[in-house]
């Protein structure tokens, strides 16, 4: 896995988008380790577009060599829908690169969704690692 | 000129002074969050117990959650329950179920856009159902007007929380609401027993505003996936004394541990200097 | 458990379940769910406010009658869902479906009440009582099967039979209990299902939970579950090593009832579940009693295997944060006793496949 | 004056009179008191506030009972001058210029854990004394008290008492869901044909309004979020009904509207217990303790509202 640890404050907006799609199905912030990033690079396997929260698998390695399935928590699909995402953004083959938030239990293998590049075509959401809105 | 001006102040005064008799609570309202903001939208850290009357069960059940249970299939889409969906980002809607015959209201009816949750507040004097009928996030709802006061008393609802952070609801807590308008302003309070996890009554406040040009924020649908691949059957938690966030909160904000888990005894005035003695250690 | 979301079908064995569950996702199906269920039979069944009835009375939906007049001698009647109804008041919880066909009763109470058991069966319906099922052995659970048996008849003109898994009628024949009051036909397979009343009738043998006799029946029509004394909302689950318990086999017999339950939305409604004592209770409920039990044991086991005494495991208080709500120290079945029980199983060996679920 | 201006002046005056009876018209048309209503705000009080009453900080406990860090305004919608003042508190500066009182001034003093002790100083003004930082507050009720020249800590508070409708007075509104007016139980007149029997608690307690002007500027915590002399502060003090265990509960609403730190008015709703003697009255200079050690907050500003 390309891991790069790094320092990231949390932006507002992100924040704000969580907060009102979350709908208080459970706290970010305590989900992940939100001072923290990760990025993992891999083949997408399923994308729920749904609420409370969206939710993107991903087939990528883990540190210790073995390909594992990543579950990246994204916005509710209320959320996401105001910013451009529909259930036919992302597919299943997509090669995706994705940059976010480590979940606090590394044996779960989660990321809280940060930032998402698809090569194929360019697309992008959300900030790119080290950028800040602030 | 001048005598329309003091035409406009007398009339204005004269309005003012007649203004206060709206009692009728019906509309579209929606939260104000300038108290705990953090832990009523967004969500902090683990480990915020401030202001919670916790007993030592309720510490124990604390100390073992595990945020990540909330992902279990049969965990993600339930709801928050009466005695706590008011405290989170919440928007609602009441009316009132008339008998034709009578005018008399039967019941007040509220939707609240977290989860879509339906309520019915009986104002027929009906007797609560007895014990063995099924329990509700929403609960069995009886109210009565006192003034301008309407108060509810709320049984049979379904465990679940009053914090995130893991601080549990039993099924046999009682909820008794107060809602009070002014203008545009309600006022509700609610005041929560408790003999499971509460040592006393745990007291909780909200403003709501009368929503002036409606918002399409009304829908909430959840759908079953495996959010997370786990074993279906895993329960995740902690054991005892292992849970290693359960000090995020207090060493986020340089806070004693002991008083954000300490329960009623913090909640009062008297316990300001034991408290700036433990910060003073610190 | 089977979930049903837009993107995935449910098996087949859940089809029937699995309907209401993309139903109960309109929110019509809500307002049944969030409404009706907490109002005793009240006349506003909250499903919509176009359909209020404005009268206050607690008069049961289905049968009519108010409480009293589905109160006989102490023992209660409550129409939970479909063709089945509860009856509180007569030890443990007596289920009674009713249609067509006739009258099935699962358990039957404990001796005192039979009577009036008996009664209130009648007040459901007149139709032959033709099959009794016993979820265990338990005298609380069986003291009214004589009454009850005679007082129905099978198709071949002998007293209603008596349903139970074979280590059930082993425990029975051993604590010397009159033949009539025995369940002769009995099964030893996992599962028996049969035709009644207009549906399927799934009975279910978890092995080594509360006992090794233990049945759970499943009303699929219905959508209603009987779990017998593996849950209760009264106190920790009874697990009697005696005759054959185990907290491995109880957690993968919960397990075993998520997977067939079913919210109708958000965790709420849809499959109810009749527990052996308590109130009617649904998934959100079994739920929490699994997840429990579990917790509980694990850190039972954690602390045995630190080799820790019983004594030293009981003064952690490892229940503590459920006692409020299960403990019952005057009751037959105390906070400590459900430790000890778990603790004195702790090194008891369990079938790979019980393990498996159990995790 | 001109013919023509005379002629201005008397229509203006006929139009405001009109204006105002029919305003009165319309007043005549809410609840009023009692016919027997008594003379004066204490006699007549619908709501007994007096007695000793303890704060229970169940909600914003890290900014009530501890002082949080330099810049931890959580939930307050404070707008950039609001921020930036805030970021500049400091508590050694505020103790050398004598100003400790900041946090004890009426826009924060009721958020401050500690007893109030509220009497009657006389028919027609209601007293608050609070033991945290040893204030008092004096609420007006005569239309003849006037705020003295010299702002205060605790400015000069316009008390009105808000009655509920009276029986003849329109209590079935809230019963039969009718706000337009009263009505007669059994049958009346106003076109309306009835209702049902009216119950007694329809009539029972009210609510004390409170508007305060006149006060220094202080702050809305103890960490030196900032309230300005111009803010407008009201305020709602509900006696609840007796909960079920007999504890007496008062809920104080408080609204500060202050456009030159806040973006929106700032909502909070205070809770106190009735307690039964002063026996834990404890008066206390104005002090704040220090915040913790450590940097500055990153506390997450209030966001906007989900509308």
Redesign the interface.
């Known amino acids: 896995m390309r891991a790069n640890w790094k320092v990231v404050l949390p932006t507002v907006l992100l924040a704000l988008a969580a907060a009102f799609a979350a709908r208080a199905h459970h706290s970010f912030t305590a989900t992940y380790f939100e001072d923290r990033t990760i990025t993992i690079e891999g083949k997408l396997l399923q994308f729920m577009f749904r609420n409370p929260h969206s939710f993107v698998h991903v087939e990528a390695p883990g540190d210790d060599g073995q390909m594992h399935r990543w579950a990246v928590e994204w916005g509710g699909a209320g959320a996401l829908a105001g910013q451009g995402v529909t259930n036919q953004t992302l597919r299943a083959g997509d090669v995706v690169k994705i940059t976010g938030n480590p979940g606090r239990d590394a044996a779960d293998y989660r990321i809280r969704m940060q930032y998402l590049r698809r090569d194929s075509d360019g697309f992008e959401w959300g900030k790119k690692p080290g950028e800040s809105f602030q | 000129m001048r005598a329309l001006v003091l035409c406009g102040a007398l009339a204005a005064a004269f309005a003012a002074a007649s203004a206060h008799a709206q009692i009728d609570i019906s509309g579209e309202w929606a939260g104000k969050y300038h108290e705990d903001f953090d832990d009523r939208v967004p969500g902090d850290v683990q480990g915020d117990f401030t202001g919670v009357p916790m007993n030592d069960a309720a510490r124990r059940f604390a100390e073992s959650w595990d945020v990540t249970r909330v992902n279990l299939l049969e965990h993600q889409c339930q709801p928050y329950n009466v005695a706590h969906i008011f405290r989170g980002p919440m928007q609602f809607r009441i009316w009132a179920e008339k008998d034709p015959a009578t005018q008399s209201i039967i019941a007040y009816r509220e939707y609240l856009g977290t989860y879509q949750q339906y309520r019915t507040i009986w104002m027929d004097n009906r007797p609560h159902p007895p014990e063995y009928v099924p329990h509700t996030n929403m609960g069995f709802s009886t109210g009565e007007w006192h003034g301008d006061i309407l108060t509810v008393t709320t049984t049979h609802i379904k465990k679940e929380f009053y914090r995130r952070s893991g601080i549990p609801s039993s099924d046999r807590t009682t909820l008794v609401e107060h809602y009070i308008r002014h203008g545009n302003l309600l006022s509700h309070v609610m005041i929560i027993t408790d003999p499971v996890y509460l040592t006393e009554p745990y007291l909780n406040s909200e403003e709501f505003v009368l929503m002036d040009r409606g918002n399409q924020n009304w829908l909430y649908n959840c759908e079953y996936v495996m959010e997370v691949p786990m074993d279906k059957n895993k329960v995740p938690y902690y054991l005892p004394g292992m849970n290693p966030f359960i000090e995020d909160y207090a060493k986020k904000f340089g806070l004693p541990f002991e008083a954000v888990f300490g329960g009623a005894p913090t909640m009062y005035p008297e316990y300001q200097p034991k408290l700036e003695q433990l910060m003073k250690r610190r | ?1 089977t ?6 079908a449910p098996r087949p064995r859940r089809a029937a379940a699995a309907r209401r569950a993309v139903t109960g ?1 309109a ?1 019509a199906s ?2 049944a ?3 009706a ?4 039979g ?1 006349p ?1 069944d ?1 499903t919509s ?1 176009e359909r ?1 009835s ?1 009268s ?1 009375s ?1 008069k049961d939906a289905r049968s009519g009658m108010d ?1 009293a007049e589905r109160t006989v001698d102490g023992v ?1 009647t ?1 129409h939970v869902q479909g063709n089945v109804y ?1 009856l ?1 008041g007569a030890g443990a919880n007596v289920a009674v479906q009713v249609g067509a066909d006739g009258v099935l009763v699962v358990d039957t109470g404990g001796g005192a009440k039979r009577a009036a058991v008996l009664a209130a069966i009648r007040r459901l319906s007149s139709g032959p009582i033709r099959w009794i099922v016993n979820t265990s052995a338990e005298a609380d659970h069986t003291g009214g099967n004589e009454t009850i048996s005679q007082a129905g008849q099978t198709v071949n003109g002998n007293p209603a039979a008596i349903i139970a898994h074979e280590n059930a009628l082993a425990r029975m024949t051993d604590a010397n209990r009159p033949i009539t009051e025995l369940p002769l036909n009995t099964f030893f397979e996992p599962s028996r299902d049969f035709y009644f009343n207009g549906e399927a009738v799934f009975l279910y043998h978890p092995q080594n939970a509360h006992t090794d006799g233990d049945v759970f029946v499943y009303f699929r029509g219905s959508d209603v579950l009987v779990s017998g004394d593996l849950f209760t ?1 009264t106190q920790y689950p009874v697990i009697r090593a005696d005759q054959g318990g185990g907290v491995d086999g109880l957690v993968a017999g919960l ?1 075993q009832m ?1 997977d067939i339950a079913v ?1 109708k939305y ?3 409604g849809g499959t ?1 579940v009749i527990p052996g004592h ?8 079994l ?2 009693y ?2 429990m039990v ?2 509980v044991r ?2 039972i086991r ?1 602390l045995a295997a630190q080799g820790m005494t019983l004594q030293q495991v009981l003064a ?2 490892p229940a ?6 299960y403990d019952s120290p005057r009751g037959a079945w105390t906070s400590a006793m459900f430790v000890e029980a778990i603790y004195r199983d702790a090194g008891k060996t369990t079938s790979g496949k019980q393990r498996a ?3 | 004056m001109s013919a023509h201006r005379r002629f201005g002046r008397r229509v203006a005056l006929a139009s405001c009179a009109a204006v105002l009876t029919g305003l009165g018209v319309q007043a005549s048309a809410q609840p009023r008191p009692p016919a027997n209503a008594p003379a004066s705000p204490k006699a007549g009080a619908p709501i007994d506030l007096t007695g000793y009453w303890v704060s229970v900080v169940s909600e914003d406990w890290r900014h009530r009972m501890a002082t949080a860090r330099k810049g931890d305004y959580e939930s307050l919608p404070l707008n950039a001058n609001g921020r930036r003042t805030a970021d500049a508190w400091n508590l050694d500066a505020d103790s050398a210029a004598g100003a400790q009182c900041k946090a004890f001034g009426v826009g924060g003093l009721i958020r401050q854990p500690g007893r109030l002790h509220v009497t009657w100083a006389d028919d027609d003004t209601l007293r608050v004394d609070f033991d945290a930082g040893t204030q008092t507050r004096l609420l007006e009720f005569a239309s003849t008290a006037q705020p003295s020249g010299e702002k205060t800590w605790q400015g000069f508070s316009r008390a009105q008492w808000l009655r509920p409708p009276q029986a003849g007075g329109g209590p079935a509104r809230a019963q039969i869901g009718n706000n337009t007016g009263p009505i007669a139980p059994g049958g009346g007149g106003r076109g309306q044909r009835g209702g049902p029997e009216l119950s007694p608690a329809l009539a029972e307690g009210g609510s004390l309004k409170v508007v305060t002007t006149n006060f220094r500027a202080g702050y809305l915590r103890k960490n030196g979020v900032p309230y300005s002399e111009s803010a407008s502060i009201t305020e709602y003090y509900h006696r609840l009904p007796d909960a079920p265990n007999g504890d007496v509960y008062l809920d104080v609403v408080t609204i500060v509207e202050d456009p030159e730190y806040l973006n929106e008015p700032l909502y909070t709703s205070t809770m106190f217990k009735r307690e039964a003697n002063g026996a834990k009255w404890s008066p206390t200079p104005c002090r704040t303790a220090p915040p913790p050690a450590g940097p500055q907050a990153a506390a997450r500003p209030a966001e906007p509202l989900p509308r």
């Open positions: 458990m979930r049903v979301a837009p993107q995935s996702l929110i809500l307002l769910a969030s409404g269920r907490a109002q005793s009240s506003f909250g406010p209020v404005y206050a607690d409480r209660e409550y509860m509180i909302t397990n998520l919210p958000l965790q709420e109810y308590g109130r009617v209770c649904d998934e959100a409920e739920l929490d699994r997840d579990v917790i694990d850190r954690n952690t208080r503590l944060d459920y006692d409020g709500r679920a159990a995790k």
